[in-house]
């Protein structure tokens, strides 16, 4: 971030721009616009050669990336250092063309690190702003690391686990949206689940956060930012809700137990000596993803709603079937469905052991297909 010299510039307050398109979910304030989770981002068209964004980031020690895609290309992606200053987007460009530009963030919301932040003040050009266009479909996507682009990006040898390794774009999620021309939304943790995290943690559940903005977050700073409100969901209601959830939840099977630091209580989802699920345990899980999908269809009346499970493996579907088609039993609901993705191959593979930016395109093209059968 640096200081720019052209002083044709005009400043312009994010609160105060009319055609401002903000994607992902966020609160009703606009000085700034904080982006909370993995793709969330604002939407300019802009008439103009020159174009700034005054950014804020922060972090203990996980910090915001984002990718900059203009004309509905990718030309930039960074990481942000800790605080507030201006940021070129592009300069020198044709002032008669439209640039259609999206700032995107490309990490996922860090639970693990209450200091992280990612604010947009202001913008900063000698051109004018115009209307961005309305998609014809909207999609929300909810899932763990997978939807979080978490080993989308970099080599299979890396291993660390950073923000450089999250990637929103080399992700299904968004070649999905793109396939379909549909605006989208994300909400995703790595390690997490539908019962709990990987490790047995039952806080470690999607469920017990969603109709928070973003409830996941920890820190007084989060809750002064409004991350712990309830979401309006009236303001935004999906055509289709993919739920990619199930991994972290067969990993606590082969977990060691987990331990309440505070209430001593002892978590721990069990395997049969023959390795075979525990029939109890299972059945925790199942009644958590039908209480889930009761949840979805309380907040989003008209959705679609697909369980789309299998990108790292598939052990978790026989479960998945029989919860859903319970739910639907019960409730009558038909539009609840269930479609299998392809599992990652070898050459598939990204960094950290997941799903690599082929095993997201092959899975977003049959996503792709199956939406657009469903939405017709």
Partial sequence: MTK????ELQTIAMSDLAHLKIHGRTTANRTPVTLFWTGSAVELNVQGAELWVEVESAY?????????VINGVPVSRQMLTSGRGWLCIFRGLNPEAVKNVRIIKDVQAMSGDPGCLLQLHAVRTEGVMLPVEEKPYRIEFIGDSITSGEGAIGAKTEEDWVPMWFSALHNYTYMTAEALDAEYRVISQSGW????SWDNNPQGNIPAYYEQVCGLLKGERNEKLGAFEPHDFSSWQPDVIVVNLGSNDDGAFHSPAWTDPVTGQVYKQRLNEDGTYHEADLAKFEQAVERFLA??????????????????GATMLPAIYRAVH?????????????????????????????????SHRRAAEVLTAYIRKILK
């Avoid at 720019?4 to 002083?7: A, G, L, R």
């Avoid at 019960?330 to 052991?353: C, F, H, K, N």
């Fill in 326 to 358: 319970g739910y639907i039993k019960q409730t009558g609901d038909r539009l609840v469905s269930i479609i299998q993705l392809p599992d990652t191959t070898e050459e598939m593979m990204g960094a950290r052991t997941h799903p690599g930016e082929l």
């Fill in 60 to 68: 203990d020690h996980l910090e915001p990336w984002i990718r900059i």
């Fill in 193 to 196: 689940g539908v019962l709990s």
């Fill in 295 to 312: 949840t979805l269809r309380t907040n989003n009346p008209c959705a679609q709603i697909v369980w789309a499970y299998g990108m790292l």
């Fill in 4 to 7: 720019h010299s052209n002083e």
